[in-house]
T-cell receptor, first 116, second 113 residues
Framework: GAGVSQSPRYKVAKRGQDVALRCDPI?????LFWYQQALGQGPEFLTY????????KSGLPSDRFFAERPEGSVSTLKIQRTQQEDSAVYLC??????????????FGPGTRLLVL | GESVGLHLPTLSVQEGDNSIINCAYS??????FIWYKQESGKGPQFIID?????DKRQGQRVTVLLNKTVKHLSLQIAATQPGDSAVYFC????????????FGTGTRLLVSP
C-alpha cells in the first residue's frame, strides 16, 4: 500500500530494555512526525523531521528517547532503558511539504509498546 | 479487540440519526483545525479540516463548524452508519512555523444498527 507503515505493530519489553520503533512514511513526504498516545487520550507530539533534519524534539519526555531519520525517509524512534510509563501507542505521521500551515498529516497504524 | 480509550466521553446513536461531536480548543492563535477518526487498532484517519477564516465547511456526510468566539469546534455526521463507530479527535495547529498537531481528548461514537 501507499500509506505510512510502522513496525513492529506490537512490542513487549522488560523494564530496562532498549527498543527501536520503525516508521516508513509515504514516499516523497518531506515531513515526518512522531506522536505518543496513552490509553484513553489523544496523541501527543514527540518530535518532527523535515527531511533528515530534526527541527523540533520538544515533546520527547526524557533523554532516554531518541529519534533519527538519517536519509530523510525511514525514521526510527529509540527508547533506552524502558520504563513502565513508556507503555503507549507510538504513532508516526508524514506530510508532503514542510509541515507549514494547512497540510494533512497521514498517520500510520502505530506501534503498541508494553513495558513489563 | 483492543480499545483506543476506556474512559472517553461517549455518544450513542441509532443508525440513520445525525451525530454531533463537540470539541473545545485551547489556543486562540490556532489557525487550522482538523477532525480525525480513529478505529480500534488503527492510526487516526483524516476526515475534514477548516481554517480559522471560515466558520463552516462541508464534506461528504460531514460538516465542521467553527466558533472562534468561544473556541469551539463541532463535527456533524449525517445519517450515521455503524461504520462510523470510532473515536473522534479534534486537532489544532498554530499559525507560525511548522505545525505540530495538538489533539483534544476524543469522543467515542457508538452507532447501533
Amino acid at each position: 500500500g501507499a500509506g505510512v507503515s510502522q513496525s513492529p505493530r506490537y512490542k513487549v519489553a522488560k523494564r530496562g530494555q532498549d527498543v527501536a520503533l520503525r516508521c516508513d512514511p509515504i514516499s516523497g513526504h518531506v515531513s515526518l512526525f512522531w506522536y505518543q498516545q496513552a490509553l484513553g487520550q489523544g496523541p501527543e507530539f514527540l518530535t518532527y523531521f523535515q527531511n533528515e533534519a530534526q527541527l523540533d524534539k520538544s515533546g520527547l519526555p526524557s533523554d532516554r528517547f531518541f529519534a533519527e531519520r538519517p536519509e530523510g525517509s525511514v525514521s526510527t524512534l529509540k527508547i533506552q532503558r524502558t520504563q513502565q510509563e513508556d507503555s503507549a501507542v507510538y504513532l508516526c505521521a508524514s506530510s508532503l511539504g514542510s509541515g507549514l500551515a494547512r497540510e494533512t498529516q497521514y498517520f500510520g497504524p502505530g506501534t503498541r509498546l508494553l513495558v513489563l | 479487540g483492543e480499545s483506543v480509550g476506556l474512559h472517553l466521553p461517549t455518544l450513542s446513536v441509532q443508525e440513520g440519526d445525525n451525530s454531533i461531536i463537540n470539541c473545545a480548543y485551547s489556543n486562540s492563535a490556532s489557525d487550522y483545525f482538523i477532525w480525525y477518526k480513529q478505529e480500534s487498532g488503527k492510526g487516526p484517519q483524516f476526515i475534514i479540516d477548516i481554517r480559522s477564516n471560515m466558520d463552516k465547511r462541508q464534506g461528504q456526510r460531514v460538516t465542521v463548524l467553527l466558533n472562534k468566539t468561544v473556541k469551539h469546534l463541532s463535527l456533524q455526521i449525517a445519517a450515521t452508519q455503524p461504520g462510523d463507530s470510532a473515536v473522534y479527535f479534534c486537532a489544532e495547529k498554530g499559525n507560525t512555523g511548522f505545525q505540530k498537531l495538538v489533539f483534544g481528548t476524543g469522543t467515542r461514537l457508538l452507532v447501533s444498527p
